[in-house]
């Protein structure tokens, strides 16, 4: 299953939970996003390396279906729902074999698709540099994924989530990646 499938599923998933439900994560995902926006803060010249020097190297060069997990997927969504078009058509053109520029940049240039404090959680928590000032803010928002991982594996539709992991081959540790944070060139 291609990460296209993913979010079909994913979409249907949200479109069947009742509303208990989709309250239930929006919490969990306004949590991410807070945690996002800390990061963000703190990240500053960091993500200014990022922006200036490397232009958004990383976001060049990917292999997106080992960037991007299911738990990513419903946190955009719940997030962004006005993107699902534009998100299910940058799906499209994503290639299979090899690393290739983000299909979420916008024009294949950048900036990325997604607000800065809506990014999927590699994207804002991989760093070429030193990670000790923002150690607590990486922390936090790994562990707001953490608990929407969870609470997803928890639902009844845990089976479709395993198959995605499984699936997609999604891992949470080692490949770099990077955001494009810049709001034009
Ligand atoms: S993380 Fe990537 S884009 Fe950022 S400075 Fe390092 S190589 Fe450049
Ligand atoms: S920050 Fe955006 S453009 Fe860069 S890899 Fe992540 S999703 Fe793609």
Redesign the pocket.
């Known amino acids: 299953m291609g990460l296209d499938s993913a979010f079909v599923h994913a979409r249907a998933f949200l479109s069947k939970s009742a509303p208990t439900e989709i309250e239930r994560l929006k919490i969990l995902c306004r949590r991410i996003r807070l945690a996002e926006q800390d990061l963000n803060r703190q990240a500053v010249p960091l993500l200014a390396?990022?922006q200036f020097?490397?232009q958004?190297?990383?976001c060049r060069n990917i292999l997106l279906e080992e960037i991007i997990t299911p738990c990513d997927l419903v946190f955009i969504l719940v997030e962004t729902a006005g993107l699902q078009d534009l998100i299910a058509a940058a799906l499209r053109r994503v290639p299979t074999l090899y690393s290739a520029p983000c299909v979420f940049l916008s024009d294949g240039q950048g900036p990325c698709l997604f607000p800065a404090d809506v990014r999927p959680e590699k994207c804002l928590t991989?760093?070429?540099?030193d990670e000790r000032p923002i150690r607590t803010e990486l922390r936090n928002l790994r562990r707001a994924f953490g608990r929407l991982n969870r609470h997803l594996l928890g639902q009844r539709t845990r089976l479709l989530f395993a198959l995605f992991s499984r699936c997609c081959g999604f891992g949470r540790n080692g490949e770099?990646t990077?955001r494009w944070t810049t709001k034009s060139r």
């Open positions: 390396r990022c020097t490397c958004g190297l990383c991989t760093f070429c540099a770099r990077m």
